[in-house]
């Protein structure tokens, strides 16, 4: 370990007729490691056998992220647990090229590997040749699991200006030796924003499917279109918008057999009041939301059809106020 070009903080033991250890590790004077094509720095990492290691929500191994506080975190740190961690938390730059920020890499048993970070990339001429990738494209995540050899990639962007347009949204993709998938617009929906006139409009879209030999395998679209207007008339404002979509998916090589999943919804409002004394003040809202799904089962041999509809409104004319809203749905199958 003193070999080693990082600042270390180790523990070795024996509990329970176990034994354990873990280390702790941290830039040495804040040199950065480095693997060929780039650097790992602002890091922190961690290496342990039979120690419990908490995670957080998305599963990853919750060790400290300051280097100041690493050296605590392993002098406390609880034997138990039986199994192999490590991991590795930093900054990521890869020839200039791209860098990756809150960068995570984890290792489990089987082994599971897990990384990912903040993908950062240079888009315009001057960071290209400066070598300082800046613009935000977005949160990657990378997964593989040994034992079946499955790999998934996914990378979910953050409004990426490309020529005239921005675009948001998700890609992925997952492979093993019985299993392929591409998927683009899930689950965010990869969609575009742009001026119509004198509308702004969105449109999104996503494709998709999945080849499995063991189980269900699919394919899947989806089709979104909103717009929206402000209008503001001396000390009168209106906000109105509409949105609709479409989202369907075909299964087959399950056990419940060939069937087709649909979903459909429409989505409006406005909203208006006046302005005054620098402020702005509702007097008038109105919203529809109305969601369908229609789904086939047993082989298109029946199908069940639901729709659930929403209206809810408000009036405030200070001296007395009106709201509230009205639901309907329904329910059938046939065949």
């Known amino acids: 370990l003193q070999d080693l070009p990082v600042t270390h903080y180790a523990r070795f033991g024996k509990a329970d007729n176990k034994f354990y250890f873990a280390i702790g590790l941290t830039p040495k004077g804040g040199a950065p490691i480095n693997f060929g094509a780039g650097n790992i720095e602002k890091f922190t990492g961690l290496i342990a056998q039979n120690m419990q290691i908490g995670k957080d929500a998305q599963g990853k191994l919750t060790f400290p992220d300051k280097a100041g506080e690493m050296e605590n975190y392993i002098k406390n740190l609880q034997p138990g647990g039986g199994k192999f961690a490590g991991g590795i938390k930093g900054e990521m730059t890869v020839i200039k090229l791209c860098t990756i920020k809150n960068l995570y890499f984890g290792f489990e048993p089987g082994p599971k590997v897990t990384a990912g970070g903040n993908v950062y990339m240079p888009l315009d001429i001057e960071s290209i040749v400066n070598g300082n990738p800046t613009r935000h494209m977005g949160e990657a995540v990378i997964q593989y699991r040994h034992t079946d050899r499955y790999f998934s990639f996914n990378m979910t962007f953050d409004r990426v200006g ?9 890609m992925g993709m997952e492979y093993s030796p019985k299993l392929f998938g591409v998927r683009i617009g899930y689950p965010e929906t990869l969609a575009t924003n742009f001026q119509l006139g004198p509308f702004p409009v969105r449109v999104g879209m996503g494709l998709g499917f999945r080849i499995d030999q063991e189980n269900e395998s699919m394919v899947q679209a989806k089709l979104e279109f909103g717009l929206e ?62 969601h369908g799904t229609l789904a086939s089962g047993n082989n298109f041999k029946s199908w069940e059809l639901g729709c659930r509809c929403t209206v809810g409104y408000s ?9 509230g809203s009205v639901t309907a749905s329904f329910d059938t199958t046939i065949g």
């Not at 490309?162 to 998700?170: E, R, T």
């Not at 479409?246 to 919804?265: F, K, S």
């Not at 009036?315 to 709201?323: F, R």
Request: no cysteine.
């Open 315 to 323: 009036l405030d004319l200070w001296l007395t106020e009106i709201e």
């Open 229 to 290: 207007k402000n209008l503001e008339i001396s000390i009168v404002y209106l906000h109105g918008y509409i949105y609709a979509g479409a989202d369907g998916a075909y299964y087959w090589g399950g056990p419940h057999g060939n069937r087709i999943v649909l979903d459909l919804y429409l989505k409006g409002g406005i909203n208006g009041g006046i302005r005054a004394f620098g402020k702005r003040y509702d007097i008038i809202s109105f919203y529809l939301d109305a």
């Open 162 to 170: 490309i020529v005239l347009f921005d675009f948001s949204g998700s």
